[in-house]
């Protein structure tokens, strides 16, 4: 399956221990997004890369956040001293930029993850 | 500023009846809207695509939108419901040369057998 991979599934931490997430985009994308999903919500972006520049930031993306993609291949996304306000769906997607107006965003199965 | 605003948090149909899933979108430029399915435990799925072009769009599993500039609206339909259509369903909303997707809040279908 050469799909967007995302790594781990769960993850269960106590609050204000640091975690880090991975993601693999499809082969060929260069461009990498992540997106959190809270409970009856719909996903909301966090932040994308093109290569291994990282091109924006939204605002709920707090100092407590990192996101990396060293080579522009593979990103991970690390949330430093976290707090249960961060339990959620952490999703990854990947495009090719190309010559069409949109470029259609695939995305992963997502790291859930559950702050006590 | 775009987004979207999905009329039903939850929708109920018979198997083999019509299904109908309303979105209203707003936005200050020409939008690009489209309609992501997500199953349980499974990835988001793109369904379908509007990128003014044609305005009735036909995506995967039997669905279509139209895209109603006057109405501000993309609803989602399919003719005949299956146990399998059961899932989450997102309206979306993107401008050109902005690459965040704004997602609704989704509409939940569950199909009654």
């Known amino acids: 399956d050469t799909g967007v991979s995302q790594d781990p599934r769960h993850k269960i931490t106590k609050r204000g221990q640091n975690v880090t997430f991975r993601c693999d985009p499809i082969s060929e994308h260069n461009r990498l997004y992540w997106y959190r999903q809270t409970l009856g919500q719909g996903p909301e972006f966090l932040t994308y890369f093109q290569n291994e520049a990282q091109l924006e930031k939204s605002r709920l993306l707090s100092d407590r956040f990192s996101a990396e993609r060293p080579k522009g291949s593979f990103s991970t996304l690390e949330i430093q001293r976290t707090e249960q306000g961060d339990s959620a769906m952490y999703l990854c997607?990947?495009?090719?930029?190309?010559?069409?107006?949109?470029?259609?965003?695939?995305f992963g199965p997502g790291t859930r993850l559950t702050v006590l | 500023a775009q987004s979207v605003t999905q009329l039903d948090s939850h929708v109920s149909v018979s198997e083999g009846t019509p299904v109908l899933l309303r979105c209203n979108y707003s936005?200050?430029?020409?939008?690009?809207l489209f309609w992501y399915v997500q199953h349980p435990n499974k990835g988001l799925q793109l369904l379908l695509k509007y990128t003014s072009a044609a305005t009735l769009v036909k995506g995967i599993n039997g669905f279509e939108a139209e895209f109603k500039k006057s109405e501000t609206s993309f609803h989602l339909t399919k003719p005949s419901a299956h146990m399998s259509d059961a899932a989450e369903y997102f309206c979306?909303?993107?401008?050109?040369?902005?690459?965040?997707?704004?997602f609704g809040t989704g509409t939940r279908l569950t199909i009654i057998p």
């Open positions: 936005s200050s430029y020409s939008p690009s």
């Open positions: 979306v909303v993107i401008v050109f040369g902005n690459e965040k997707l704004t």
């Open positions: 997607a990947s495009s090719f930029s190309g010559d069409s107006s949109y470029n259609e965003q695939f």
